[in-house]
């Protein structure tokens, strides 16, 4: 077994493993600072935050040798024999000069930049850095420049790490942000006519390490310490990107990837980073209601779950649309108690968005023109319950011949969906149960109007369209009078206290084979449903 | 020593030299046809690297071992890239040569091609060279209508095509990675090794970068024999098999206050003195050396006590220097204050900062404004500390810096507070008696253009 030999502690390695030394050192709990490295992006070691002491040990004798000169450490292959030495007072000299450089023209201007808080520069100043200044260069000013729609750059506090160029090279494929001028006067910029506008963008702001480059959308809406972060799953479109959502107060202020090797890896899209402001429209539908002839009652949610049970049993015939925004737990208690009161109950997959084709992006990252998180769940469960999947498309076209008498359609879109002449074909029913965020036409043409939860107000467990599951809580409480459907669906079963999503989940597993692999924990990143079949 | 018979340099005055016509009188490109029919490839390699030869760039690589770094499976192409970047402070010898004669550049690039097995070679030629510029290219486009450049060159199966690129005018273009990124249309920012350029270079694939007066000293290698070559300049220590010794000929460039400034010729480990003497004609209007830089700018401070040593590879690192660099001497005559000489190379150096690491981009601004700071009168004792704390910690010696441009900075710095400290102190002392600080803050400095 390769061994390595970090801060005098050994490290085994895998056989074929190619870690570097900010890796490898990771393993062992011991964290070396960096700027210019990121996994995701190429080498460059400009920085120099990440010089280590590098030797050799002879597999023979178990002589160790050093190298004289210090070695960045991003660049240092870890093999069997490798040393390396982080915390020597020579690697902390290096570190604290460093520091000290990238302070010299900073313009130390925390109190006003976003960034603090979250700040590499300012993190490591105050670990590593010199406690006094010994410069006496007048820092510039912040200098700030807009260089794209989304993305604002302020010149002077940028530490030219050059992450975010290489971003835009390797990952994006468009390189709009370049360096210009040279040495000390070296600044990030964009060419005239071509800004900083493509889909991936808002990872700039990510990537950056200190708070030069930051997102208009967040800029002075909140200090970051006053924010929670919550895992979630971005729910803008099949790939089904991790996140983290970042709240306070039941507000979401931002959304920022968060790492998943088998899904987005570090980045997500513009579409999924700015799709939290529907969650706060005052459009939505907050409160249930009931047709009495022409007019509306808002209703309380008091007795209104009996009313609606009642009402659908004494439909008897009764199909279920499952939206593919619900999550699997969800789809699975509807479908379950659609079974309950009808056992020819339809179950129908709601309508999936389709937004021209799938975008691909030179650095390997997918947005899909599925523009829904869960069609893969859904189906899983509609074809297993009714023996066919039955798609929103095909429901339209032979729902005459069905004879139904009931039907609960569930929602959750972002955005319009249906339209009058859809609407016009489920004329006939006796009972019309609609469930969804915004109104719709649908929504005028129902019997009862139920208010939906958004993303981050729900707890389960989505599938993406290559079989991966992911599972989240909820981020955020729903705005008063909303209930998450998971609850609702809940209390139809006539099941008793909070609803459960793991348990749901692992109720479904036990049910469908397809999601027999969600029977376990499900890891941080989720797990793929089809790797039983691979094996 | 028996009087010295110059190579390099011999043609410069003969008739046309710069024309194929001219060149060939001189015997020019005989060596080529005798290389292409009775050598191999890998032999001429073996003469080159048992020739001794160092690299003439400034960090005396071995040119043989430098070659035999390229993998020998790859399927290729490799390159060949010249390096003409000439622009250390203190050097013209490439210059000398290129517009002197052209094409003993040419057949020197068309032998280490050959030796080397690159199809094309770059030459990256610094812009402000117009002459040399347009010499070369005459001299390529005749060597391509005689059969000497393109395919099968003189009948062999050994084909080369030879392009020139201008560079815009960057000190950084000199340094080897950079020199390539800059070639492949990037900004030139030195790349991080590993990989070396001879596993991944140009356009990522096996590349060797050479300098101008390395390649010309090939073709004299092939012509006049190993045991030629070894029999000028020092040979190597026969008590350390790790020296190479600094073995034939070399160009001297003296500059500064010298009566004969410009380009000689003589054999490697020539004491300063004598080049300053011999070669520059001694010290101006009849003044005494205050101090001489060995071998360019980059390379720190020879004080006149040690003119003495011999300009080898490795002379001037026992004075304290950098190392030999490009053997191009300026001398300080004794009126010369090092403060200006030190502020001066400071703006070079932080103008000339490529800005990719942070020691160098911000250490070369910052010893650049307490230079400015100290001039101008408000410096203070405790500056000279800071001053060789920032200089001992930039640069590829300590390993805080991808390249040397760092190295080139600090040496000055070092050499010029640590052998002239007293006539610091004593400006410092003198413009700035009371010794307190600057209460108001330092503008900004210029740097960019002086």
């Known amino acids: ?535 | 020593m028996p009087e010295y018979e110059p190579v390099l340099l011999a043609n410069l005055s003969k008739p046309d030299i710069e024309t194929l016509k001219g060149y060939e009188a001189q015997g020019g490109y005989r060596t080529l046809r005798r290389v292409l029919k009775e050598l191999s490839p890998s032999e001429v390699a073996a003469m080159v690297r048992a020739s001794g030869l160092r690299g003439r760039g400034g960090a005396g690589f071995l040119t043989g071992l430098k070659w035999s770094f390229l993998p020998a499976d790859h399927p290729g192409p490799r390159y060949l890239c010249v390096n003409a970047d000439e622009s250390e402070p203190g050097t013209f010898s490439n210059r000398v040569l290129m517009e002197g004669d052209p094409h003993q550049v040419l057949e020197g690039t068309i032998l280490s091609a050959y030796a080397t097995g690159a199809s094309t070679a770059y030459i990256y030629l610094r812009f402000e060279y117009p002459l040399c510029f347009r010499r070369l290219q005459a001299a390529i486009d005749e060597c391509y209508g005689a059969g000497l450049l393109g395919k099968n060159i003189l009948g062999s199966d050994f084909s080369l095509d030879i392009y020139i690129h201008r560079g815009a005018a960057a000190y950084v273009c000199g340094e080897e990675t950079g020199l390539i990124e800059s070639l492949e249309g990037k900004r030139a920012w030195p790349r991080i090794k590993p990989p070396f350029p001879a596993v991944e270079g140009l356009f990522r694939k096996p590349t060797v970068v050479n300098n101008v007066e390395t390649l010309a000293c090939v073709t004299h290698i092939l012509d006049r024999g190993v045991d030629w070559f070894r029999s000028i300049g020092v040979p190597p220590k026969p008590n350390d098999p790790r020296d190479p010794g600094s073995l034939g000929p070399k160009l001297y460039c003296v500059s500064g206050h010298v009566n004969r400034p410009g380009c000689y010729e003589g054999p490697l480990g020539l004491p300063c003195r004598e080049v300053i003497e011999r070669f520059g004609g001694g010290v101006w209007k009849n003044r005494k050396a205050k101090a001489a830089v060995p071998g360019g700018l980059s390379t720190g401070l020879l004080a006149a006590e040690e003119l003495d040593t011999p300009l080898d590879f490795d002379g001037p690192v026992r004075a304290g220097c950098l190392g030999l660099g490009t053997a191009g001497v300026i001398v300080f005559d004794e009126t010369y204050s090092m403060i200006d000489f030190l502020h001066n190379s400071c703006r070079f150096f932080a103008h000339e900062s490529c800005g990719q690491c942070t020691p160098c981009r911000e250490g070369t601004y910052w010893a650049l404004s307490m230079m400015e700071r100290i001039k101008a009168g408000r410096g203070r004792l405790k500056d000279l500390d800071l001053l060789l704390e920032i200089a001992d910690s930039i640069g590829i010696i300590p390993g805080t810096t991808i390249c040397g441009l760092a190295d080139g900075a600090a040496w000055p710095i070092k050499t010029a507070i640590r052998k002239f400290r007293h006539e610091f102190e004593d400006y410092i002392r003198r413009t700035n008696p009371q010794g307190y600080a600057a209460t108001e803050p330092v503008a900004a400095c210029t740097g960019s253009s002086a």
């Open chain 1, 1 to 535: 077994m390769p061994t390595a030999l970090i801060d005098g502690r050994e490290l085994e390695l895998g056989e074929h493993e190619r870690l570097n030394g900010i890796e490898a050192a990771r393993r062992l709990g011991i964290e070396i600072p960096h700027y210019c490295w990121h996994p995701g992006l190429s080498v460059v070691g400009s920085c120099r935050m990440c010089l280590v002491e590098v030797g050799m040990r002879d597999p023979k004798t178990g002589q160790i040798s050093m190298l004289p000169r210090l070695v960045p450490a991003c660049n240092t292959p870890v093999r069997d024999g490798t040393v390396l030495v982080t915390n020597s007072e020579k690697v902390q000299r290096a570190r604290a000069m460093v520091e000290e450089d990238l302070l010299l023209r900073h313009p130390i201007d925390c109190p006003i930049c976003d960034k603090a808080g979250e700040c590499r520069l300012q993190d490591y100043h105050f670990t590593y850095g010199q406690e006094q200044r010994r410069a006496d260069i007048r820092p510039f000013t912040s200098r700030r420049r807009d260089v794209g729609s989304e993305i604002t750059l302020f010149v002077d506090r940028c530490i030219m790490c050059s992450r975010c160029v290489r971003f835009c090279r390797e990952i994006s494929g468009t390189s709009e942000l370049l360096v210009v001028q040279r040495g000390a006067h070296e600044e990030i910029d964009v060419l005239p006519d071509f800004p900083l506008n493509n889909k991936l963008s808002g990872n700039v702001v990510d990537l950056c390490p200190v708070g030069a480059l930051c997102d208009k959308n967040f800029l002075y809406r909140q200090r970051v310490w006053y924010l929670k972060s919550h895992p979630g799953v971005c729910t803008g479109c099949a790939i089904g990107c991790s996140t983290w959502i970042d709240e306070n107060q039941d507000h979401v202020w931002r959304i920022r990837p968060r790492e998943n090797l088998a899904v987005n890896r570090w980045w997500i899209c513009n579409d999924g980073r700015y799709d939290y402001p529907h969650v706060h429209s005052d459009q939505r539908i907050l409160v249930p209601r009931r047709r009495d002839g022409e007019a509306w009652t808002d209703l309380s949610w008091n007795g209104l779950i009996r009313e609606l049970d009642s009402r659908l049993r004494q439909a008897g015939r009764i199909g279920v649309v499952l939206s593919p925004f619900l999550t699997v737990e969800e789809a699975f208690l509807l479908a379950s108690y659609a079974r309950q009161v009808d056992p020819q109950a339809v179950i129908v997959v709601g309508h999936v968005p389709v937004v021209d084709e799938d975008e691909r992006f030179p650095g390997g990252f997918i947005i899909a023109a599925e523009k829904c998180p869960n069609r893969r769940g859904v189906e899983a469960i509609a074809s297993r319950m009714m023996g066919r999947v039955l798609a929103w498309e095909a429901f339209l076209g032979e729902v005459s011949s069905l004879g139904l008498r009931g039907l609960w359609v569930s929602g959750g879109y972002k955005r319009p969906w249906i339209d009058e002449a859809t609407v016009d074909r489920l004329r006939g029913l006796e009972l019309l149960i609609v469930q969804d965020l915004f109104p719709s036409p649908l929504t005028e043409r129902a019997d009862y109007v139920l208010p939906a939860a958004a993303f981050p107000e729900r707890d389960g467990s989505y599938v993406n369209r290559n079989d991966h599951l992911q599972s989240v809580r909820w981020a955020i409480r729903p705005p008063r009078g909303v209930r998450p459907e998971g609850s609702v669906f809940w209390e139809l079963l006539g099941r008793s206290g909070l609803y459960d999503a793991p348990g749901a989940l692992r109720e479904l597993a036990a049910e469908i084979g397809y999601f027999h692999l969600a029977l376990g924990t499900i890891p941080e990143g989720g797990v793929n449903l089809k790797t039983n079949l691979l094996a």
